[in-house]
Nanobody, 125 residues
Framework: QLQLVESGGGLVQFGGSLRLSCAAS????????IGWFRQAPGKEREGVSC????????NYADPVKGRFTISRDNAKNTVYLQMNSLKPEDTAIYYC??????????????????WGQGTQVTVFP
């Protein structure tokens, strides 16, 4: 059974950077497209970015375009989210999840599985 574990969150100042990791165990990660989501207090979980099984196709939500970069290293069974130029509105718990197709077709949370426990990102002014 695929299990995903997020790490790399923390406290960072406005304009700073963080790199999140999503490490897989129990199954080879290259079978799945992987999505990153986030949930801020009092808000619904929203899609942030997604990467195809091969890594050739990526997608970003409008609020993070040009600032975040998703990548994957299938040999290390890990997907990354590089976050630059962070803003206070990026503060949230960040989750990764698996999509059982080669390419993500949106951010419908009901179509993603094997959610990790999340990692907290806090951006202060």
């Amino acid at each position: 059974q695929l299990q995903l574990v997020e790490s790399g969150g923390g406290l960072v100042q406005f304009g700073g950077s963080l790199r999140l990791s999503c490490a897989a165990s129990g199954f080879t990660l290259d079978y799945y497209a992987i999505g990153w989501f986030r949930q801020a207090p009092g808000k619904e979980r929203e899609g942030v970015s997604c990467i195809s099984r091969s890594g050739d196709s990526t997608n970003y939500a409008d609020p993070v375009k040009g600032r975040f970069t998703i990548s994957r290293d299938n040999a290390k069974n890990t997907v990354y989210l590089q976050m630059n130029s962070l803003k206070p509105e990026d503060t949230a718990i960040y989750y990764c999840a698996a999509f059982v197709k080669a390419i993500c077709t949106g951010y419908d949370t009901g179509r993603f599985t094997s959610w990790g426990q999340g990692t907290q990102v806090t951006v202060f002014p």
